[in-house]
């Protein structure tokens, strides 16, 4: 099992550049950064765990600046989204930093995507909230588009781009309807999600890991009548707290990967439970 991690990394956490190559060295497989370019004082959305907003979410730091010194001081260490709210971004941009990132690492980027849960947020990105899901998928369209070997246009919804020269290119070739880095999906379990999951990603990237048993199996279905390869399925339980019988059951499930949580502290806290967690490795 392959076991990577995800932080709040903030203003008040651990460096990228000290936890990367603490990571490394411990050999764990990757590290994924969530997004919020800020949180609204005044807001009406819930936060998704109950009770009150945690601390961090409005002091995260921008994750692809922070990827970015992660993979000038690592060589193997994966690198992630976890994930990208893709509706609040301008494609043609987001694409460039995605396919920069991913090529100065050597492939080493896993592109995250998510919808988001603050609507307050999302609207001062100018994206209302009901269409997040189709933006989304339309965003993705215009990338592979500008990610394409040729010049390739696109005319979407909510977006369109000229046929263009648009280098670097990311590393990984394309696979099925898929261009680009590896690609996740996160949310939860529905007929919607895993149909967008089958349409342009790699998999899916389900928070916490509960209800896999039942779920899995209904998204291996919509992933195969979508003329996907079986094999190619790929699930990743995101922010999990690590025990033996967690992993024993992923195992059972066909799952080679997931995504342990970190705490948003200083360093001395977090590398005490990377040395906790080193004993999943």
Request: glycine share 12%.
């Amino acid at each position: 099992m392959r076991i990577a991690t995800t932080i709040f990394l903030t203003d008040e956490t651990i460096t990228p550049v000290r936890l990367a190559r603490e990571l490394e060295e411990r050999g764990f497989a990757g590290l994924y950064l969530p997004e919020h370019t800020h949180i609204p004082v005044s807001r009406e959305s819930a936060y998704p765990a109950g009770g009150e907003l945690p601390r961090e979410y409005g002091r995260t730091l921008d994750p692809f600046v922070a990827l970015g010194q992660a993979a000038a001081v690592t060589e193997r260490l994966g690198l992630g989204t976890g994930i990208t709210l893709v509706a609040q971004h301008d494609p043609i941009d987001l694409a460039k930093q995605i396919a920069t990132l991913d090529h100065l690492s050597g492939g080493r980027f896993t592109f995250g995507v998510g919808y988001g849960w603050n609507k307050e947020e999302a609207a001062d990105h100018g994206v209302e909230w009901a269409t997040r899901r189709e933006r989304t998928r339309d965003r993705m369209a215009l990338m592979r588009a500008l990610w394409s070997e040729e010049p390739t246009a696109y005319e979407g919804e909510f977006g369109s781009v000229r046929a263009s020269y648009a280098h670097p290119k990311p590393v990984q070739k394309p696979r099925g309807p898929v261009t680009g880095p590896r690609t996740l999906v996160g949310g939860p379990a529905g007929p919607k999600l895993f149909a967008h999951i089958a349409e342009y990603a790699d998999g899916w990237l389900p928070i916490g890991g509960r209800g896999l048993t039942e779920s899995v199996p209904v998204l291996r279905t919509v992933w195969e009548d979508a003329g996907r390869e079986p094999e190619a399925l790929q699930v990743v339980p995101y922010a999990v707290k690590p025990s033996p019988g967690k992993l024993a059951h992923f195992a059972d499930l066909g799952i080679t990967e997931l995504v342990v949580q970190l705490p948003p502290a200083g360093e001395a806290e977090v590398l005490g439970v990377l040395d906790e967690y080193a004993r999943f490795i």
